[in-house]
């Protein structure tokens, strides 16, 4: 993967730059020496390292704004982090980048229940939210499985999901405001515990905007009072195929459950060995279905749920009896990751998203893959929203193997769009899936999201070299092409 | 004369000429949202009224592909056929407008016009998966996907969402549907103040009892003088009637500490949530309506504030978050806007009022300047010649 060559001026300027950084932030703020800076040289996606020009960990929104003012000022490009658990390099230094960690925006700073709301700083974990309001009750919604460790600004600029999205959204359907900073400096107040924009929803384009178009300073999220009841199902199938096709069939008798998850033999297996978690080792796939509410209603449903399955072909079925059996449940599942770091040296997860219905092809094409590649993979779903997350086994030890995984990735990501999905459910596309967007959009459509870019950072200072392949200069972005031709259908109605 | 394309190809053909002659343009669905929004001054008339029709409707896979010019009446109609429904319960507002029907669905998503589950299940926002569009550059793009869960690139449905057809005109959208609540209940509680209701919302919607709905009503009709009048607290709860059932008596035991509960079945209460979301608990009559979205707390405080200086008539949705209010006079911008200001900001829109009066007072909240040039220059990425409804969400800057 290449990254825009680091500008030569700015390197040999280091020096001055930090001598101006810490200039404008507290003692300690600033971090230039090599060995602590390591710390910083990667996130989640650590297969790639670079280390930045300096790290700093501003402590308000006025010094954020000050250091964006400087760069900007200053033709100097800043890169944010959160807690750096991104999957696809969102939050990968660069060489000639000031990296502005939020770090210290870790203060929750209004829990709020009246209005059912948390206002927090971006760099509290996504369960630290949970955590201040569990004891009356409530939770945050979105869970994803990196969630004692991410942030909640990172969430943000990724939009991510996890196991409940579902039935309670991603994070973007779950933020009601933000605080940010513009690469100008500006603060800017987007939404706040009160609901909708009233004018263009410029808080919906930051979410998922994967730190190019602002650094988040503030957030409020909406909370949820945790549900009377929650009970999941393991269902076993013979067959990969049939397990996608019960989880249509679900769908298609009007039941969301909260969520529905399914692994394939291999990761069956590799949770099992890890945790014990009861899964049945024979079965070809395992679905866990989660569902929430009332008791009675939580009844009715896992009937319902288990006519469906036993229609659909499945081999075995257990439900939860107690909240111990149902952690049990979910333990292999959320172990999922760690597991399969146990059967193999390396491994890269994808992410991609398919149509529900294209889920048996996928596997049949995930098999074919596989041997093609001469690389295992593991399987892990969230199979109700149909976003796929394949595990990819190599060592990085043997020569060319990271480089058939990255290439038996990317075939995975184009079947997808192929089958009529996406590059990216959650994990966001960064430096790892920036090469692959024109599989998913055509030129024009990557111009018209750029154009967006300039309209928050016109010297594309914020981030670069992430998410699009190409970077586009936004005076030639705004060049209007008019063609002085003829109107081609004369016939139609015109003014 | 008005430009009505059949296709994609017919409309991008037509926009990329009004690019080249600099012909701007009145966009509009089928029309009945004309007065909602500021005033359009355009050279011509592009219409979507004939670029319709139902694309593709995936029940189990739970999106519908709709073109913009579709009307809702027709979107409905094929969801209920499968039991489904597009859970942001998007308004009729027919009535409102004088419009003969519900409009199209372009105009809804364009609008960002959600109902009564706004507060539980989301806005349109939250339900445009994707959609192709021909920006005000005349180029054709596609934003998004056709499945629920995609962080693909930029969330461009956002910003289309309630962008009033100042960005670009869509020619296919994908929403997310979902299954229909089996059944749908209200419970009512009378209260001694408007305060009380909102407490008494506030209390439901921290319950375990899942409401899809939370209104408040006033029991006078007219002018509103609070003091000592009563009003009462609408929740609604859908879903599997078991559990329904089960719900109901949590919630009643809930709200019988702030008065004497009451319950709407079914049909009843699928009708006062019907008017809840078409605005007809207002003055038909009214010289304005507006729209005000605030935290749900300060409510009272606000409506308070408001009625000790003019009278108006009003109602509450989305747990007392959501008020719209009837009211006339030159005064009335001056009095909501500062209103919601003074009570940790929201935002007042003018829904409905004389020509004259939209000529002179923007439709939408005044932003902070930075965000406004932001705004801006936004609207310029998609529309750098100011082609697409100019004026509909106020006067440019630049
Ligand atoms: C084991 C594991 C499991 C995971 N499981 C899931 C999962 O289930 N679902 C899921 O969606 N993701 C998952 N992830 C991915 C990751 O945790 C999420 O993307 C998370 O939101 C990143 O948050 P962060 O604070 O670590 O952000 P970082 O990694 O620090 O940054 C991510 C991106 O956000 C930007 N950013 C961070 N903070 C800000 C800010 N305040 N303002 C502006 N931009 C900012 C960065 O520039 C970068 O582009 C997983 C990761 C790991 C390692």
Known sequence: ?495 | MTFLPEDHEALEEFMSQAVSDKTSLHVAGTGTKEKLGDRVTADASLSLGRLSGIVDYQPEELIIVAKPGTRMDEINAALAEKNQMLAFEPANLASLYGAEHAGSVGGIVAANLSGPRRISAGAARDYLLGFTAVSGRGTSFTSGSRVMKNVTGYDLSKLICGSMGTLAVMSELTLKVLPRPETSTTLSVKCAALAQAQKALSAAFKSATEPSGGAITHARSGALSLGDEPAAAHVRLEGVAQSVTDRISTLSDILAGFGEVSVLEQDASEAFWQDVRDIAMLDETAEQVWKLSVAPSVVSDVINMITAQTSIRFFCDWAGGLVMLSGAGDGLNQIVRSAVEAHGGGHASLLRAPDTMRAAISSFHPQPAALAGLHDRIRDSFDPLHLLNPGKMGPALT
């Open chain 1, 1 to 495: 993967m290449l990254m825009p060559a680091p500008d030569k001026t700015t390197l040999s300027r280091r020096g001055e730059i930090c001598t101006a950084l810490k200039a404008m932030l507290p003692a300690g703020c600033v971090i230039d020496d090599d060995a602590t800076m390591r710390a910083y040289d990667a996130d989640g996606l650590s297969s790639y390292r670079q280390m930045p020009l300096v790290v700093v960990l501003p402590e308000t929104t006025e010094q954020v704004a000050e250091v964006l003012r400087w760069c900007r000022d200053n033709d100097v490009k800043v890169v944010p982090r959160g807690a750096g658990t991104s999957l696809s390099g969102g939050a990968l230094p660069l060489a000639d980048g000031v990296l502005l960690a939020l770090g210290k925006f870790n203060q929750i700073t209004d829990v709020d229940f009246e209005n059912r709301c948390v206002v927090t700083q971006p760099g509290v974990t996504n369960l630290g939210i949970t955590h201040a309001v569990q004891d009356e009750g409530f939770y945050y919604a979105p869970d994803p499985s990196s969630q004692i460790a991410c942030s909640i600004g990172g969430n943000i600029a990724e939009n991510s999901g996890g196991v409940h999205c579902l039935k309670y959204g991603l994070t973007t359907n779950n933020v009601l405001g933000i605080e940010m900073v513009t690469m100008d400096g500006d603060i800017l107040r987007l939404g706040g515990k009160h609901l909708d924009a009233g004018n263009l929803d410029v808080l919906g384009v930051m979410t998922g905007s994967e730190g190019l178009l602002g650094v988040v300073t503030e957030v409020t999220v909406r909370i949820l009072r945790k549900p009377a009841t929650q009970r999941a199902i393991l269902v076993g199938f013979d067959s990969a195929q049939e397990a996608g096709q019960a989880v249509s069939n679900v769908i298609a008798a009007g039941i969301i459950p909260a969520g529905m998850e399914m692994m394939d033999n291999p990761a069956i297996n590799a949770a099992e060995d890890f945790v014990q978690a009861g899964y049945p080792r024979e079965a070809a796939a395992l679905l866990i279905v989660e569902l929430d509410g009332p008791e009675v209603e939580v009844d009715y449903l896992l009937e319902r749920v288990g006519e469906v399955m036993e229609r659909s072909g499945s081999s075995s079925l257990r439900v939860s009896q107690s909240e111990a059996e149902r952690n049990q449940f979910w333990a292999g599942r959320k172990s999922a990751f760690p597991a399969v770091g146990r059967i193999s040296p390396d491994y890269l997860c994808m992410d991609g998203t398919i149509p529900r219905k294209a889920l048996p092809e996928m596997l049949t094409r995930m098999s074919a893959m596989s041997q093609k590649f001469g690389l295992r993979v593991a399987n892990v779903f969230h199979a109700g929203d149909g976003n796929l997350h394949p595990l990819i086994l190599f060592d990085a030890n043997v020569e060319g193997e990271l480089h058939r995984a990255e290439e038996f990735g990317a075939e995975i990501l184009r079947n997808c769009v192929a089958l009529g999905g996406v590059l990216t459910g959650e994990h966001g596309v960064g430096v790892e899936k920036r090469d692959l967007m024109g599989e998913m959009f055509t030129e024009e459509d990557m111009k018209q999201q750029q154009r967006v870019k300039c309209a928050f950072d016109p010297g594309h200072l914020l981030n670069p070299g992430k998410v699009f392949p190409l970077l586009h200069r936004c005076a030639e972005l705004g060049r209007l092409h008019v063609h002085h031709g003829k109107l081609p259908h004369p016939d139609l109605p015109r003014f």
